[in-house]
């Protein structure tokens, strides 16, 4: 199935294929600050729409993800990093997917602070 998601503003826009039916909602420093629920993918199934320039981004901790917002509103619609298969992959959150029925969805707990 394909999604569509942006950032508030819509200059970071995506599209994406894959069957959602449960989120993760992790608890780390920036997931927790930003209300994050997640739902992960090869980094393959994602297109961008939009020129790439009003992507910014953000690392911590162990610099593994790349954390993307948008550089004109300040919403972070999706991250990226390289799964523990060794692929690419990213990390959509879902509350940047207007269609997307939120109450639907398992929400899966993941203890991403004690990481």
């Not at 508030?8 to 608890?27: P, V």
Request: glycine fraction near 8%; proline fraction near 5%; include cysteine.
């Amino acid at each position: 199935m394909d999604h569509a998601a942006s950032c508030h503003c819509g200059a970071l826009a995506f599209t994406f294929e894959g069957q959602i039916d449960q989120a993760i909602d992790c608890n780390c420093s920036l997931c927790r600050r930003r209300g994050a629920l997640l739902w992960f993918a090869p980094r393959a199934a994602v297109v961008l729409q939009v020129d790439p320039s009003a992507l910014r981004t953000y690392t911590f901790n162990t610099h593994r993800l790349q954390h993307h917002f948008c550089g004109v509103c300040g919403v972070a619609p999706y991250s990226e990093g390289i799964g523990p298969d060794g692929e690419a992959m990213i990390a959509v959150n879902l509350r940047c997917v207007p269609a997307l029925d939120l109450g639907t969805l398992k929400v899966v707990p993941y203890d991403g602070a004690a990481v």
